[in-house]
Each structure stands twice: as structure tokens, then as C-alpha cells.
């Protein structure tokens, strides 16, 4: 069962969303406050929120950006505004759908059942996919879908190098201007040894695919999973 968060700080509001909803086979939890929302979700899990646009405490805008930042959680924005303007940024906030009071509560549950349904089929695309290879923004690893491995900071900066331009192939020399920054003195056999050592560990997490490939005389680039071999 689906439970879907309601933020609404019309009692009567909510009290009425939240009964179409159980009716329609949900369930559902009201608060009246947006200044409520982030310790509610500490405890307790929503599939979908219906965020009104001004609350008290906290507006939904606000929230909308937050929960953005936090994950992916569907969220349908209400407001009794219904400038353009104000629907634009509650959707590049990232809200899912936008329905302007008054609304047909029917159409509301409409709307939860559509993004849920939409919601649910995207991530079946996802989990389905290949998991790629990614550097996260912090620490020094490098992750395969769930599973990760330590790097040296020199292999971190060498393959975040070599991934941020896939196909383009980096020069021995051009390496090492970009990832020794000190202009220490690296010979092309110690780039070749970084390369060698990297390659192993990255084999460890994919072995059905090499990443970095050597290109004779010339240097080395890094292939993506979805990237067909070039000559």
C-alpha cells in the first residue's frame, strides 16, 4: 500500500484529501506545518507528497527544493496561486505535477495514481539498466551500482581525468600536467604504472568490460560500458 504524505494547512482541506485517498486504497498522513515535514520523514517513509505552496513554518518551495536534494520522491505542488510564474518554479524545483486550488479532489487522486504509476515505471527502467561506473562527489572511490572500491588520490584524478572526456585520448605528458599540479618530476613510466594498477582494480569491479584502453604511441582513454570499441 502506498502512503502518501499530505502538507496542507487547510484542516478541512486535508481532512477531506486524505479520506479520498484512503477510499481509493492509500494510505495517508496530514501535516499542517512545513516546518514539520523534515522530522516526519526522519521516522516514517512517503511513496508521494502533496505539498501545498504556502504553509506555515516552512514554504513549499522551500521543501520542494529540499526533498529534491534528498531523493526522488514523487511530489504533486497545490496552490491557490495561479500566476504561471509560480507553477514554472514549483516545477523546476522539481515537483511532478501541479494542480491549482480549487480542484476536483478526484482529479487529485487521478493525478497521485498517474505519477505514482509513472513514478514506479521509471524506476523500473533504472533498476533494469546496466549500473554504470561513478566517482562519488566525496572520499576516494570509485563505484560500480552498489559496490565500491578504494582508489589512491593519484588513481582518483587519473580516472576522474579520463572519464570526464570519454573517447578523447590523453597524452602521457598531458596527464601529467593535469594531475600533478605541483610540477613534480613523473616520468611516463610511472603514468604507465598508475594506468596498469587502476585497470586492475577496475577489472575487480566490471571484469566483462576494460575501461581504459591504450592507444599505441599515443596515450590512453576511457570507454563507458554503453560505448562500442573504437579502433
Not at 117 to 124: A, C, K, W
Amino acid at each position: 500500500m502506498s502512503h502518501i504524505l499530505i502538507v496542507e494547512d487547510e484542516s478541512h482541506l486535508a481532512e477531506l484529501e486524505r479520506d479520498y485517498l484512503i477510499q481509493a486504497g492509500f494510505a495517508a498522513t496530514v501535516l499542517t506545518r512545513g516546518d514539520e515535514v523534515a522530522r516526519w520523514l526522519e521516522h516514517n517513509a512517503a511513496d508521494l507528497v502533496i505539498l501545498d505552496l504556502m504553509l506555515p513554518g516552512r514554504d513549499g518551495l522551500d521543501l520542494c527544493r529540499d526533498l529534491r536534494r534528498q531523493g526522488d520522491v514523487p511530489i504533486i505542488m497545490t496552490t491557490a496561486k495561479v500566476e504561471e510564474i509560480d507553477r514554472l518554479i514549483g516545477l523546476e524545483l522539481g515537483a511532478d505535477d501541479y494542480l491549482c486550488k480549487p480542484f476536483s479532489l478526484r482529479e487529485l487522486v487521478a493525478r497521485v495514481k498517474t505519477v505514482l504509476r509513472r513514478s514506479q515505471q521509471s524506476l523500473t527502467s533504472r533498476d533494469s539498466a546496466a549500473p554504470r561506473l561513478y566517482i562519488p562527489d566525496h572520499g576516494s572511490q570509485v563505484c560500480l551500482g552498489q559496490h565500491c572500491i578504494e582508489l589512491t588520490v593519484v588513481e582518483r584524478n587519473l580516472l576522474q581525468l579520463l572519464m570526464s572526456h570519454p573517447q578523447q585520448i590523453f597524452s602521457r605528458d598531458k596527464i601529467i600536467d593535469r594531475i600533478y599540479t605541483d610540477r613534480r618530476v613523473v616520468s611516463d613510466r610511472t603514468i604507465d604504472s598508475h594506468i596498469k594498477k587502476l585497470r586492475k582494480k577496475l577489472l575487480g569491479l566490471n571484469a566483462e568490460h576494460d575501461y581504459i584502453h591504450s592507444v599505441y604511441g599515443a596515450g590512453y582513454r576511457y570507454q563507458a560500458e554503453t560505448e562500442t570499441e573504437q579502433p
